[in-house]
Each structure stands twice: as C-alpha cells, then as structure tokens.
Nanobody
Framework: QVQLVESGGGSVQAGGSLRLSCAAS????????RAWFRQAPGKEREGVAA???????TYADFVEGRFPISKDSALNTLYLEMSSLKAEDTAVYYC???????????????????WGQGTQVTVSS
C-alpha cells in the first residue's frame, strides 16, 4: 500500500512562495504518474499539475507558469514550487499517485488510486 505525505504548506502573503513536498512510503517506479490537486472551501477538488511516467507535464490554466512540478531522482518525492501566490490559491493541496501512464487523464481525480491527506496553503491579500 502506497502512503503519500505532503508537507510545506503554510500561510503567506500574496506574491509569496511556498514549496510543497510529497513523500511516498514505498518506492514508486518510473512507470508512475504523480500529481498535485487542490480543494478550496466550498469548491470541488481540481487538478493543479502532473508529471507522467514519461516525464510529460500538464498544468491547469490557472497555474500560468507559477507552479513548476518536479520529482527527485529516486522518484519517491514530488515537489510543487509555488511562487507569485494569489489569495485565490488558498486551498488544501493534495498529492496523488498512480502506476502507469495517464496521458490525457493526468489532471483527473479518477485517474489516481493513491492520495495524501493534504496540506493547507493560505494566501492573504
């Protein structure tokens, strides 16, 4: 069973930066897709960014180049480097993982079997 643990959330002012990390309890092979999702109060969870098994990345339109996604060489930790944060980025951020390649489904919740518990990001204006 894969367990994912997020860290790095917190409270920042608009324009600030945060780095989210997601550690996996077991080794995830290169043949896996990893992603970040978020859920704001009163809204549905939405995809933020994903990196697929072949290294291809997908970003939600609202990211606008601000949140590059990456993973370390051991493929056990996923990162989201968030900068130029806005108040509307306030949400609980979740990481997700799935074996295999997801392709066009990278930012779809239904594509992922493994989820972390989430980390809160609060951006004040």
């Amino acid at each position: 069973q894969v367990q994912l643990v997020e860290s790095g959330g917190g409270s920042v002012q608009a324009g600030g930066s945060l780095r989210l990390s997601c550690a996996a309890s077991v080794y995830l092979s290169g043949n896996s897709c990893r992603a970040w999702f978020r859920q704001a109060p009163g809204k549905e969870r939405e995809g933020v960014a994903a990196v697929d098994s072949d290294g291809s990345t997908t970003y939600a339109d609202f990211v606008e180049g601000r949140f590059p996604i990456s993973k370390d060489s051991a493929l056990n930790t996923l990162y989201l480097e968030m900068s130029s944060l806005k108040a509307e980025d306030t949400a609980v951020y979740y990481c997700a993982a799935q074996e295999g390649r997801l392709g066009w489904r990278r930012l779809m919740e239904s594509g992922y079997a493994y989820w972390g518990q989430g980390t809160q990001v609060t951006v004040s204006s």
